[in-house]
């Protein structure tokens, strides 16, 4: 028999255990452990529900086109759960100057796609748009050498694109800085288009034709955001009442790893036990510090990804005057505390009661260093304060909640893939070994239940199998 242990029972540990659980009750000779540091499981990923507004304290959907995340819902039995962003609503507007300006239509990402919204637009300066229009002529860059998000962007567009654009949306998703993302490891689908093309402006006007042309009439495209009515966490109850409670095992502070001749022994709660394959599915720096007998090398490679620590402020009200639309980001050259700020009522359906709005602040270590040092009432003035000077917004909230984390997003730097390409190396020839979760591939939802699913693959592929009858 094969036994398995997970360390780690956010989302990606959760989902391993349920692949795992899934093969044993379908004859597969296994057993699996998890073991979780905390009193509670699914990392980040976690909803209040406060007199009927949905509060998320980490993620509050995932990205449709990734499958793993709504395929795992559907497989728990949450399909009749799963609700869709607000795309018909959806307009998002920067902060520039203090003013909110909407960005812009046919602007995908950062790469323009229309003219006119361009040409009239405030966001950008002339000099911008000019450059904009001669992107058109870039030629191809086949061995574009990783590089930062912030420097490949002013490549294409210039300065003004990097700090009222790429900026703050990408701050908005990874809570990190322009200039240290990585743009392979960020922006794959770009960095391969310059490979290709040359001018990004290009490469996408000839992708946006050709879905058009092989579109199937009738046939809607997905949203861009999936989420659950009752929020996120109602994905980590489905897991927990799918699993035996006697394989999973809370409150494991001291969690020991070390690798046996044929074997991983794993040490918690003063005993310890053998194991054939051992998933840690825990952030980089936890990981590291599991694998400092098992492997210094290994140790070192995910020491080197950083992690920023955030904070999610909810401000319910009865009554707000808002702007029309899904929120808006902030320039770090705004020099407010506040990254981004959604209006979750308007975002998705079923989150408030009635009429009722919802905002949903985000803040980081990555422009606040000293975050963590605020307590939950000092970032609720800040957010309020800054609502304030933004929006007007003075009216108190029928309450307030502040949610942080310390250093549960990973930033992918620049040679990020480079440096995981090395670590999968040393995972390869280290039998039974397997990291999952937000280190290598991806720190969305999606991204950490498909490094599980491909795990368990991975480990179940030479279990014995009762023979088909
Ligand atoms: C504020 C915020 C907003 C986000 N928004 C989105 C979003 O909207 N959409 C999206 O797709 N993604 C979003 N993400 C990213 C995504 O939520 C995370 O990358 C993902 O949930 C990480 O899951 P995980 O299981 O890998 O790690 P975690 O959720 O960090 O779980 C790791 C678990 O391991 C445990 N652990 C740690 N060390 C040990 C140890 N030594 N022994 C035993 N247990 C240990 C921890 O206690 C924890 O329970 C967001 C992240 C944050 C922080």
């Known amino acids: 028999m094969k036994r398995v242990a997970i360390i780690g029972g956010g989302i990606a540990g959760l989902s391993a255990a349920y692949y795992l659980e899934k093969m044993r009750r379908n004859g597969a000779d ?4 998890l073991l979780e540091k905390s009193a509670r499981l699914g990392g980040v990923i976690a909803t209040e529900q406060h007199d009927g507004f949905v509060l998320e304290a980490g993620p509050d959907s995932f990205l449709s086109i990734k499958p793993d ?18 795309d018909a609503g959806r307009k998002t507007y920067i902060l520039v100057k203090n003013r909110l300006v909407p960005i812009p239509q046919g602007l995908e990402f950062m790469v323009p796609t229309r003219i006119w919204p361009m040409a009239t637009t405030p966001l950008f300066s002339f000099a911008t748009k000019l450059r904009m229009a001669t992107e058109w002529f870039t030629s191809g860059n086949k061995n574009a050498a990783d590089e930062s998000v912030g420097s490949f962007v002013r490549r294409h567009f210039g300065q003004e694109m990097v700090d009222r654009v790429a900026e703050p949306l990408l701050a908005g998703v990874y809570g990190g800085d322009v200039e240290n993302l990585s743009v392979h490891a960020v922006l794959p689908r770009f960095a391969e288009m310059e490979r290709e093309s040359g001018s990004l402006v290009r490469a996408t006007l000839q992708a946006k034709a050709r879905a058009r042309s092989s579109a199937k009439p009738g046939i809607k495209s997905p949203p861009l955001f999936t989420s659950l009515k009752n929020g996120m966490q109602q994905m980590v109850d489905a897991l927990i009442s799918a699993l035996p409670k006697s394989s999973i095992r809370m409150q494991q502070q001291n969690v020991i790893v070390r690798a046996a001749v044929d074997d991983w022994q794993v040490e ?14 825990v952030p980089a720096p936890s990981a590291a510090a599991l694998l400092l ?28 005057d808002l702007p029309e639309g899904h929120g808006f980001l902030v320039p770090r050259s705004e020099g407010r505390k506040m990254m981004a700020c959604t209006f979750v009522h308007k975002k998705f359906p079923h989150r408030t009661p009635g009429d009722a709005k919802l905002l949903r602040c985000f803040f980081s270590s990555s422009r606040i260093p000293e975050l963590l040092t605020y307590s939950e009432d000092d970032l609720e003035k800040i957010a309020r304060k800054e609502l304030r000077e933004i929006l ?18 990973a930033q992918y730097e620049t040679g990020h893939l480079e440096r995981v390409a090395e670590m999968e190396r040393i995972i390869t020839g280290t039998p039974g070994l397997h990291i999952i979760g937000n280190s290598f591939h991806g720190i969305g939802v999606p991204d950490c239940i498909k ?19």
Not at 273 to 280: G, M, N
């Open 293 to 320: 007998e098992v492997h210094p090398g290994l140790t070192k490679g995910l020491s080197r990804i950083e992690y920023t620590s955030s904070a999610a402020v909810a401000l319910a009200y009865t009554q707000a």
């Open 69 to 86: 995340g709504a395929r795992l819902c559907q497989e728990l039995g949450l399909g009749d759960q799963l609700i869709s962003s607000n």
């Open 451 to 469: 490094s599980a699913r491909l795990a368990v693959e991975q480990i179940t592929s030479g279990v014995s199998q009762p023979a088909p009858v």
């Open 30 to 33: 296994l057993q699996w452990v």
């Open 268 to 281: 918690s709660s003063g005993s310890t036990e053998k194991f054939q394959a051992v998933i840690l599915a």
């Open 392 to 409: 007007g917004l003075a009216s108190e909230p029928l309450f307030g909640r502040s949610f942080r984390w310390d250093r549960a997003m």
